[in-house]
């Protein structure tokens, strides 16, 4: 039995509570046993510092720069990556000659792209952005390229018996096949990218959310480099909740499996109604209908 959407509201409110509250309690009381709390700004401190950066104007020039280069390079990334892993997946010239120099490239970290990035491109405004594409694009490619690659061959043979070419059966089969190792890409690539988009920020950037939060440091203000963090943490919750909320929209036809406790899952909304000796199925289909719907609910309100 599941818990009402309420009770879990205030469950997950009472454990935010209870983490800045024992926060306060360490710092205010200057606690240093092993780890040194007497060095950290409390939560007033923070808040204190959040209530001033939002009354200027430098903190929503920073967090716009970031959210521009953030979205402009995961858009490019989700692009090529998809296109170039259904390239790879489906066509094995392209594995041959693109396959080795992805591999090669894919193990170095995105932040180490930041000397090509300088040499490349004419401003740190481009490099910042061809660095966030980078990171995301490889879990993108790759969980493209593997999703593609198990779907089953049936699908496809059954399109082209009706007739339909190459086109038809990437957009009927491949594409709506792999939507859900897509979006597992997508989702590993937004949080990639936040990473990466403060680093490169930090050591090359002019203005953004990384920029000042390392400006901060250092001059010794530790309250807005809290600020800093708290204001990339809520980013990187909120973009990433979209990608999974939009990838649920685009996989609404997927049959959904909710947890059980016990290590079990059960699939929501599939539970037959008795069928009466009258021959009432109309009820019967409203109750699986409104079970279809109660699940979909329940498991989009699990990533809010």
Not at 87 to 105: C, F, Q, Y
Request: hydrophobic share 45%; with cysteine; net charge neutral.
């Amino acid at each position: 039995m599941t818990r009402r959407p309420l009770a879990r509201y205030a469950l997950r409110t009472a454990s935010l509570a209870a983490f800045l509250g024992l926060w306060q309690l360490l710092t205010s009381l200057d606690v240093d046993l092993w780890l040194r709390f007497s060095q950290f700004p409390t939560v007033t401190d923070v808040a204190r510092a959040f209530a001033g950066r939002l009354s200027g104007s430098d903190y929503w020039t920073d967090l716009t720069d970031s959210l521009t280069r953030i979205l402009t390079g995961f858009v490019l990334a989700a692009v090529l990556g998809v296109a170039t892993g259904v390239l790879v997946a489906r066509s094995r010239l392209a594995e041959d000659l693109l396959g080795p120099v992805l591999e090669v490239i894919r193990p170095i970290p995105a932040i180490a792209l930041v000397p090509v990035a300088i040499l490349l491109f004419p401003s740190n405004e481009q490099g910042i952005v061809f660095i966030t594409c980078a990171a995301a694009f490889f879990p993108v490619l790759v969980s493209t390229r593997h999703a593609v690659r198990a779907l089953t061959p049936v699908w496809e043979e059954a399109v082209r018996t009706m007739g339909g070419g190459r086109l038809r059966i990437l957009a009927s089969v491949v594409l709506p096949g792999a939507l859900p190792g897509i979006f597992g890409g997508l989702s590993v690539g937004i949080g990639v990218s936040w990473i990466c988009v403060i680093s490169a920020e930090m050591i090359s950037g002019q203005y953004g959310v990384g920029y000042r939060t390392w400006q901060d440091y250092t001059v010794v203000n530790y309250p807005d480099v809290f600020v800093g963090m708290v204001t990339i943490g809520v980013l990187g919750w909120v973009t990433s909740t979209a990608v999974e909320l939009l990838g649920r929209r685009l996989t609404r036809w997927l049959p959904r499996a909710s947890y059980v406790p016990g290590g079990r899952t059960r699939t929501p909304g599939r539970v037959a109604a008795p069928v009466r000796a009258d021959g009432d199925s109309e009820h019967q289909a409203q109750s699986e209908q409104q079970g279809q719907k109660d699940s979909e609910e329940a498991l989009d309100e699990q990533l809010v």
